[in-house]
């Protein structure tokens, strides 16, 4: 379902004539299917195109269903899907709510299915491994994580559809698209599953403080900062933005009680890093190195299979969708920046702040916030207790 963007990768995958053998695609569903590359390949493949989730379901039937629509259509599609017999893979992230989260979980819990959550890295041997040794306690006792993202992005990436950078859609539906919820969601995702308890697990929040900010002409923040605690009183830094000029990052930071476990996705680093303060050293593959697609491979074997260890379901994404709702309600009104410092390249399209990238890479330095520092722009959000 949604076979344009993101859901032409799928495609693309399934369509290899090397992939056929581990599954095949029985119908897709868009509403403007002709947009997608691979569209001339579906119809030569004699593959059904159906223009709703409800058309597909009159028609056929399906062991899994892809659903890599628009964030306020994952809840109700996915839902259906199960209700309908399928097993889902929901790209993130996985809805706008928490009460739609517990939708989905109560309707897969009901359908007897399994429902995994697109997160890439949660799927990926090395982070995999990386988790088992935090629960083994390899490391110790985690203290504090923290991730900055600087990704410029032209107002093209803001206009190539009418749900990007939107709170909610011309219908009144929840959206809260954002750099948080959408492009940088890996990131924010990654530290709350690296501390859940178990595999299927992340974290559980007890407080979040943000301060969200735009310089783009849209609806929500295209720029953000993050304090969140754990219920075991762990701190969680997340700063990111696409209104800068230079790209930068994802990097991370996390300091454990014997060592610190370091990645920058920059030129020259390809690892992740644990540095124990005695002096010893492990190295984990670059999670951006691996099969962006093992999740479709996972979900593709456990239905061989007839389990559901899919590692990253419901349960394991709840923590990002309570994250990004109380992240809003920490600052219901967006703050803009001073127009004085805010930039447009005309030629290339792109927006960005003056001091923009250098203040957030300050932050996450130093474990603080704009709101900490004497920035004339910078605004404090309310403690959020969860």
Same mark, same amino acid.
């Given at each position: 379902?949604?076979?344009?963007?993101?859901?032409?990768?799928?495609?693309?995958?399934?369509?290899?004539?090397?992939?056929?053998? !581990?599954?095949?695609?029985?119908?897709?569903?868009? %509403?403007?299917?002709?947009? +997608?590359?691979?569209?001339? *390949?579906?119809?030569?493949?004699?593959?059904?195109?159906?223009?709703?989730?409800? !058309?597909?379901?009159?028609?056929?039937?399906?062991?899994?269903?892809?659903?890599?629509?628009?964030?306020?259509?994952?809840?109700?599609?996915?839902?259906?899907?199960?209700?309908?017999?399928?097993?889902?893979?929901?790209?993130?992230?996985?809805?706008?709510?928490?009460?739609?989260?517990?939708?989905?979980?109560?309707?897969?819990?009901?359908?007897?299915?399994?429902?995994?959550?697109?997160?890439?890295?949660?799927?990926?041997?090395?982070?995999?491994?990386?988790?088992?040794?935090?629960?083994?306690?390899?490391?110790?006792?985690?203290?504090?994580?923290?991730?900055?993202?600087?990704?410029?992005?032209?107002? +093209?990436?803001?206009?190539?559809?009418?749900?990007?950078?939107?709170?909610?859609? !011309?219908?009144?539906?929840?959206?809260?698209?954002?750099?948080?919820?959408?492009?940088?969601?890996?990131?924010?995702?990654?530290?709350?599953?690296?501390?859940?308890?178990?595999?299927?697990? +992340?974290?559980?929040?007890?407080?979040?403080?943000?301060?969200?900010?735009?310089?783009?002409?849209?609806?929500?923040?295209?720029?953000?900062?993050?304090?969140?605690?754990?219920?075991?009183?762990?701190?969680?830094?997340?700063?990111?933005?696409?209104?800068?000029?230079?790209? /930068?990052?994802?990097?991370?930071?996390?300091?454990?009680?014997?060592?610190?476990?370091?990645?920058?996705?920059?030129?020259?680093?390809?690892?992740?890093?644990?540095?124990?303060?005695?002096?010893?050293?492990?190295?984990?593959?670059?999670?951006?190195?691996?099969?962006?697609?093992?999740?479709?491979?996972?979900?593709?074997?456990?239905? *061989?299979?007839?389990?559901?260890?899919?590692?990253?379901?419901?349960?394991?994404?709840?923590?990002?969708?309570?994250?990004?709702?109380?992240?809003?309600?920490?600052?219901?009104? %967006?703050?803009?920046?001073?127009?004085?410092?805010?930039?447009?390249?005309?030629?290339?399209?792109? %927006?960005? /702040?003056?001091?923009? +990238?250098?203040?957030?890479?300050?932050?996450?330095?130093?474990?603080?916030?704009?709101? !900490?520092?004497?920035?004339?722009?910078?605004?404090?959000?309310?403690? /959020?207790?969860?």
């Amino acid at each position: 379902m949604g076979i344009g963007g993101y859901g032409d990768l799928y495609v693309s995958h399934l369509l290899d004539t090397n992939k056929q053998k !581990e599954a095949s695609i029985v119908g897709v569903v868009d %509403i403007n299917p002709k947009m +997608s590359k691979n569209y001339n *390949k579906i119809i030569e493949n004699h593959i059904p195109v159906f223009s709703s989730i409800e !058309e597909f379901y009159e028609n056929k039937k399906a062991d899994l269903a892809v659903i890599s629509t628009p964030i306020h259509l994952h809840a109700y599609q996915t839902c259906y899907a199960l209700t309908h017999g399928s097993n889902v893979l929901c790209e993130k992230p996985m809805c706008t709510t928490t009460q739609d989260a517990n939708k989905m979980i109560n309707t897969r819990n009901d359908m007897n299915k399994f429902l995994a959550i697109g997160f890439n890295w949660s799927f990926n041997p090395s982070v995999q491994e990386l988790k088992k040794d935090i629960r083994n306690g390899f490391f110790g006792k985690p203290k504090r994580l923290k991730t900055v993202l600087l990704w410029p992005r032209s107002r +093209s990436y803001y206009n190539r559809a009418p749900w990007v950078g939107r709170k909610y859609s !011309e219908e009144s539906e929840l959206i809260l698209d954002s750099v948080a919820s959408n492009a940088g969601a890996h990131y924010l995702h990654h530290m709350f599953y690296l501390l859940g308890p178990t595999k299927e697990e +992340s974290s559980c929040l007890n407080q979040v403080t943000a301060e969200l900010y735009r310089a783009n002409p849209i609806e929500n923040f295209d720029t953000c900062a993050l304090r969140a605690i754990t219920d075991e009183g762990v701190e969680l830094l997340y700063y990111a933005t696409h209104a800068v000029k230079n790209s /930068v990052g994802p990097r991370f930071t996390f300091e454990f009680e014997h060592a610190t476990i370091t990645y920058t996705q920059e030129k020259g680093s390809n690892n992740v890093i644990a540095q124990f303060h005695d002096g010893r050293k492990k190295l984990y593959t670059d999670p951006r190195k691996e099969d962006p697609l093992q999740k479709l491979a996972t979900c593709i074997e456990a239905i *061989k299979l007839g389990n559901q260890d899919i590692y990253c379901g419901p349960e394991a994404a709840y923590t990002h969708t309570l994250c990004i709702n109380s992240m809003h309600n920490s600052m219901p009104e %967006i703050i803009n920046f001073p127009e004085i410092l805010i930039n447009h390249d005309e030629k290339t399209d792109l %927006i960005w /702040v003056d001091g923009l +990238s250098e203040t957030l890479i300050k932050c996450f330095e130093e474990s603080r916030m704009p709101s !900490e520092f004497d920035i004339p722009w910078a605004r404090k959000g309310k403690l /959020v207790n969860l």
